[in-house]
């Protein structure tokens, strides 16, 4: 089907411009799957409709035949003004191929999916020594100065009471390769790796003694510190360990998954990023609990007393469901993941 004549259609308007498919073209792609569609201009984007395949599988009484579905181009995103069904661009591609998120992934990428590829970051590099000997590091590496925790010594006592504090046991801290600097740019801070596939890709450092130090100034303190051009809601904490499962355990940070145990992971915040749901439809997991804090089922945007943003738990899991069975476990207003001790949560998710 051509476009109408009416849309003066360029070649960047045709594509997904929210940047992580350049290379996918909305247009060839309905057209090679005989799908039938109309096109509106909208100011910097465009926007194509089709019928909802959906709908009566989502309770219509008949099947969508007036193009309620709409595709916005710029965001990849879709939503059916006839059932209500939307998300993500993956999830369109997977229902009208037919395919897997993986598979639908490198249709949109014309590719096969790469889970480092969102980090915008090479995970080792090359150098040479003066005699022109190769020798490939690792790019990311931890703070100058850092120590592993040690059941067997007392050195870090410090750390080790933030740890306490915080009713993290130091067993779990040494199984999963937390340390601490004492001095150097990361003085007084616990140091929380992450690794994905056994590669080091992200680190955090959290300030133990939770305030601004003397010599430092309110400007620039910062309670966390992270590698610079690391986007930590691009990787999963604890991914390496909680793969393994067959539930997964969606948590906010690393203090909470700890809590949960080594199904857990975290997402560094409360939002899902394509990125993380990549890697965790890698996984062996058939199912995953979302137990972020309150405010994540609060912070929905309304208007007309519609809702026109749905709150953040809702959007991770309809970006979920297209992989996984969903489930939420909804906390107390006031009350944190991380305030429970090891294994309350676990019996939380339980019920």
């Given at each position: 089907m051509s476009m109408p004549s009416y849309i003066n259609l360029d070649v960047k308007k045709s594509r997904v411009t929210d940047g992580r498919y350049p290379n996918f073209s909305l247009v060839e792609y309905l057209e090679q799957q005989n799908i039938k569609y109309s096109a509106r201009d909208s100011d910097d984007h465009i926007e194509y409709s089709t019928n909802c395949p959906k709908c009566v599988e989502r309770g219509e009484k008949r099947p969508d035949s007036k193009g309620r579905l709409w595709i916005n181009s710029k965001k990849g995103t879709f939503y059916c003004y006839n059932c209500q069904w939307n998300g993500p661009l993956v999830r369109l591609v997977q229902q009208f191929s037919n395919a897997s998120y993986e598979s639908a992934l490198k249709i949109l990428r014309g590719k096969s999916p790469n889970p480092?590829?969102?980090?915008?970051?090479?995970?080792?590099?090359?150098?040479?020594?003066?005699?022109?000997?190769?020798?490939?590091?690792?790019?990311?590496?931890?703070?100058?100065?850092?120590?592993?925790?040690?059941?067997?010594?007392?050195?870090?006592?410090?750390?080790?009471?933030?740890?306490?504090?915080?009713?993290?046991?130091?067993?779990?801290?040494?199984?999963?390769?937390?340390?601490?600097?004492?001095?150097?740019?990361?003085?007084?801070?616990?140091?929380?790796?992450?690794?994905?596939?056994?590669?080091?890709?992200?680190?955090?450092?959290?300030?133990?003694?939770?305030?601004?130090?003397?010599?430092?100034?309110?400007?620039?303190?910062?309670?966390?510190?992270?590698?610079?051009?690391?986007?930590?809601?691009?990787?999963?904490?604890?991914?390496?360990?909680?793969?393994h499962f067959n539930e997964i355990v969606i948590c906010e940070g690393f203090i909470d998954a700890c809590k949960v145990g080594d199904n857990a992971v975290a997402t560094n915040g409360k939002h899902l990023h394509p990125a993380q749901m990549e890697l965790l439809s890698k996984t062996d997991a058939e199912g995953v609990v979302i137990i972020w804090d309150y405010d994540a089922y609060e912070d929905a945007v309304y208007e007309g007393g519609r809702i026109k943003k749905k709150c953040s738990a809702e959007r991770a899991a309809d970006m979920l469901r297209s992989c996984f069975e969903v489930r939420h476990v909804r906390l107390p207003e006031g009350v944190d993941a991380g305030d429970y001790e090891v294994g309350e949560l676990r019996d939380l998710i339980a019920e």
């Open positions: 480092f590829e969102h980090l915008n970051f090479s995970l080792h590099q090359t150098v040479y020594d003066d005699d022109d000997i190769e020798e490939v590091v690792s790019a990311i590496e931890l703070p100058r100065g850092f120590k592993s925790f040690d059941e067997n010594h007392s050195d870090g006592e410090l750390y080790r009471a933030y740890l306490d504090y915080r009713g993290i046991p130091l067993k779990y801290a040494v199984s999963h390769g937390w340390g601490y600097t004492e001095s150097g740019y990361m003085h007084h801070r616990i140091i929380v790796p992450t690794y994905i596939n056994d590669d080091l890709v992200y680190w955090q450092g959290r300030d133990v003694l939770e305030s601004a130090h003397p010599d430092w100034g309110t400007d620039t303190y910062r309670k966390v510190r992270n590698p610079k051009g690391i986007s930590a809601n691009k990787v999963l904490y604890n991914y390496d360990n909680a793969k």
